[in-house]
């Protein structure tokens, strides 16, 4: 038994991967950089623009680790090709706090109700739960548990994430 | 992830031209393209970007169909009110599919067009004829949970994934495509192709064949109707077995049915059995049971999915009983 | 004084957690780094027959590709993780040591490139063949009695066979827990970098100390030449505990390119390249009086391990002295199929036997037609029935009292079925005992440091996986040494500081915590000693009080740590101390410091048990039509010893009881047992709960002080005490709601449509 062929497809030879250039705003700044197209937005934060806050959990969309918001909307990085993301606004966790380190009112609940433990899921829920709120979709304990069910915690701090959610909806 | 062209298009004859080209694949929201890219089950050669093509996307509305275009985004379509009030199953159908996040990225027109979950064919290794043509079916003779008890064949017996496709299988939805000869229409059931012994070939498509819309129209069997799922994950998961139903009822007798089943197929399925059974009948308990029962007369279990077959009549019999009572909320 | 333990206080890394600044291992990225990628092999049992590289190694990018065929001898053997002084190692297994294939999905080569992209693709284009043979995986294709069975462990008390022959009623059942992976939402990486023959390597681990004992004999350098750098880790639950074999394929790579290389693995990758919690099998038998006396406990349990190592999880130590048993027979055994090996995963001794356990009380109390809460407070033993020693403390009793309150108990309805919400949804309770032993760690260091300006920095080589370590060495270190907390910091997940333990067995509290306690309690006479001399009145240390880092004497004189310290000979006070607890045999403390094993001791000490227990009580919602179950309301009251931090342990408790709906309901790694894989290695497929699988969960912890179990009365066990009753709870009310009594989870909806 052998591995599969990975050249089954019988298309034209390879050729080097051109890489592309690309016009992105993350976090406020007009940024510009060549990819290779298979370069994912999550890889480009992380590798390329060391913004590593935003992490990588699976690579498959299926755990939510990786969440950011493009234009405005909560997505997953690891399932966007930079090039395909040219001209999009980005916002990842580094900027969600003020400048001066003042906590985005997310941020404070996810500390005041202790909605952590090892941490590594948090950006992905914090940048979740703000989209969430401003969706409308934070109305009720049911609705943020639903709506917020896209981002996994391993370490299962559920329900204070809930009740985090929830304050910060109840107060706007 | 293999080495691949990129092209992003302004038009669709430009799209049309681009994706016609051999091994070009069309990158549209990515949520199920860049995963089977980075998990080495598919390797287009060129990948064509048609997230900027213009008009495509949004909901129309008129008082004979709803037409969603195939760039509008899955949470868009979900909660646009238009949709929700006069097109519950298809809201509900998108509402209870993925997690927000992918409903933010992923597009009508792709999550038509998602692949198997299949584990087989998604581990990039195991034998797979619809990965591999011709290497066999590791479900056939392993754990087969997850496989198909209607439409399965000899070669494949791999579910068709989707929740909104079952909605649009049920009521008769149109897809809207662009092609070679120019824009054509072909009813959504006629998208998805059987099995049989060319599991590769899941479309009716052909190559540079770009969906543009969907259309369903509007009808009373869809302004009450229903969509049930269940899997093993409250949210985020993929169906055991779903269901939509719509049903019109007058002097509490059923005139007209509607019955798509999920999570079961090979690929969005429509069971006119169901709906046979309840027509001209009053809904009751017994006639929704009767109805589930019908709609998995011809199922064949394997191994380890009998549970399809037990479970997927009661998701019929709840989805009509809802659907009865005008789509009450999951 | 200011009471800072047993204080909510708020985790000291929240702020860095919640802003994206806490640095994961693989958010550290030196310039000039390469990045590595794994091929994993395809078949479960045989050998490589051969490997083409050339693919891989002409692509433009690429700089390595490290197989079995080129590994050389470089690389030395590597030994198992037993909890008694063995090695470091997840196996003792090295998959690119020979052309050998023992399981599917090993490592059959490392790529490495200029970027993640083309390392990936290298690895794709790795071509391997194979010649294979047959292979098994799954315990129900090998007889119980199969050649090759390993038997481990065995209680015996009394005469079982005579008390089951004798007995009123006896429940005789089969049980099963299926494999199940940990998976932590930070998948394994490494980082390595050598710089002048030494190695720094980044690597989420829950035992620093011992991946450096463990690369530095695998890579044939001094113990002094390896440092392991882990001050975050994004979720363990035992997966990180041991030395995976990447880790070290990933220093030997950058050892040959003399240049930083990351290592990243896919999540599918994560279900084989590690350890697993081992599918088990158990053969229960429960004899009781027709009063509802238990008279005897047979318990045999049969699990999944390697064939590279023999993993023992003896969990029948525990269940065996949950209640009042007159008689007891445990057999515990293992047998190897064709996987990696398995090993520690939240509650691994602890969840499987109990499920068995808790499940057949529920049978017997159904025989019996008593409670099921009500039979078990009444075998509420005097004294542990395997040795007849007493219990450290014991609050079983007041956990059910209390969580039969919150829970609202007393208007369960006996029969099952009985019950229904309005809308036709089936309701079912049950409960079940939580019981968890106090284990103990070996050797421990400890260093605080006190500067002018009287801010304190506490430094050893633990790790915080999300357990809160950070704050509770905090909270330690501050009120026992009379700081203020916010001057006092804490180093962790650093190999280069004193020397630590492993993250396990949740036992950091109470040894971690005892060694720090010993440090500060250490600092804290320093200080006294010192201001006694600046008051003039060096006798006097027994007047003064330390509080907020201000000593104070009875007359009214105060002075600031901060000037104390400035005015000590080089403006620095550092104390380091190395704390053996007091029950380590010596012998065991020295193998583990000279070459770095692991080791625990307990539950049973000399004169006495320790065990910490809870009661858990679970309701399940059943859709009458679709079967389909949902998590009603969770409680759980546990009883713990100290609670140093109810913040930090409740979390941790409602995080393990939310792990135990996951295993009842629907945690599974599905195996294809004709070709010896796992099926479902993803989180699309392989299912944890998420946020909308969880109702409400509630959680409490009694009083409880227990003197003897260490210095600072923390019994532990918090971090994993919530999972291991809470599935028997769940199957328990799965059984009240719908009448069928499902033996093996999880319990799907399969199981409750049959029939």
Redesign the interface.
Known sequence: ??????E??S??P?????T?QVNLTVNGTARTVDV?????LL?LL??RF????????????????C?VH?DG????S????T??A?DAEIR???D??EPDGT?HPM?RA???F?A????????GQ?M?AE??VR?G?AESDDD???????????????????RAVRSVAESR | ??????A?VSSLNEAARESSR??AMV?AG??TL??LM???VL?P?H?V?I?RLPGLDGVEETGTWLRIGALSRM?DVATDERVRARYPAIAESLRLA?????R??ATIGGNLLQRTRCPYYRD??SPCNKR?PG?GCSALAGPDRDSAVLGGSESCVAVYPGDLGVSLVAFEASVELLSAGGPKTLPFAELHRDVADEPERETTLSPGDIVTAVTIPNSALVRGSAYVKVADR???AFAIASAAAGLTIEDGVVTAARVGLGGVATRPWRSHEAEAELVGRPLTADTAKAAGRAAFAAARAGRDNAVKITLGPRVVEQACLRAGQGGERA | MTKILGTPV??T????????????V??H?PAGTLHAALATG??SRGRITAIDAG?AERL?GVRLVLTHRNLGDAVKEGQFLTPVLGGQFQTSFNPLGSDEIRYSGQIVALAVAD???IAE?AA???????E?VPAVIALADLAPDAPGRIDLHGLQTGDTATALAESHVVVDREYATSVNH??????FHAAALWQDGRLEIRVPSQWVTGERFALAGALGVTEEDVRVVSP??????GSKGATLWHTVLTAEAARRLDAPVKL?I??RQMFTIASFRPESRHWVRLAATSDGRFTAYEHEVLTQTSRSDVLALPGTDNTARLYAFPNIHTRESTIGVDVNTPGFMRGPLEYPELFALESAVDELAMVLDVDPMELRLRNEPAKEPVEGLRYSSRSLQECYRRGAELFGWHRRRARPGSMRDSDGTLIGWGCASASYPVFEGGVCDSRITVGSDGRALVEVASQD????TYTLLAQIAAETSGLALADVRVALGDSDLPRGLATAASSTTGTVGAAVHENARSVREQLLAAAAVRFGRPRAVEDLTISDGVVRAGDGLRITVAELVADLPRGVLAVEIRHTPPRLPAEMAQTTLRDGTFNITGPARPDHVAFSYGANFAEVRVDPVTRQVRMGRMVGVFAVGRVLNP??AH??L???M??GA?HALMEKTVMDRDRARFVNT???GYH?????D?S??IVETVDEHDDLVNVLGAKGGVGEMGIVAMPAAIANAVFHATGVRVRRLPILVDDLLIG
Not at chain 1, 1 to 6: A, I, K, N, S, V
Not at chain 2, 1 to 6: A, E, I
Not at chain 3, 688 to 692: F, R
């Open positions: 038994m052998t591995t599969p062929d990975p089954r497809t298309h034209p390879l050729e080097a991967p051109d592309f290779d197209p298979r370069t994912t890889t992380r590798e060391d913004l590593t806050g935003t992490k990588a959990g699976c690579h498959q969309g299926t755990c939510g680790a969440t493009v909307r909560r997505a997953l690891c399932l966007i090709l090039v395909s040219d990842t966790i580094e969600l706090a906590l941020q996810f500390v005041e202790d952590l433990q090892c941490g590594f899921c948090t950006p914090i979740s989209a969430c969706e979709n943020v548990r639903e709506y917020m069910s896209g981002n996994l915690c391993r370490c299962s701090a559920y329900p204070n994430i809930v | 992830m293999r080495p691949f062209t990129y992003r051999p091994g990158l990515g949520t860049v995963d980075r998990g080495n390797a050669d990948l970007d997230r949470a993925a997690s927000q996040q992918v933010n990225m990039g290794d591999e290497t409250a949210r985020y | 708020v985790r890394d929240a702020v860095a957690k919640v802003t994206g600044q806490a640095a994961y693989a958010d990225t395809t078949i693919g433009p970027t993640p992209e693709e794709r284009l790795i071509r391997v063949e194979y294979e940990h998976n932590p939402i930070e998948p975050y880790v994004g979720g363990g639950f990243s896919t999540r996986i999300g357990t809160g913040r930090i979390g941790l409602a995080g393990g939310i792990w996951g993803d989180l699309a944890i709960a998420a946020n909308a969880i409400d969960v």
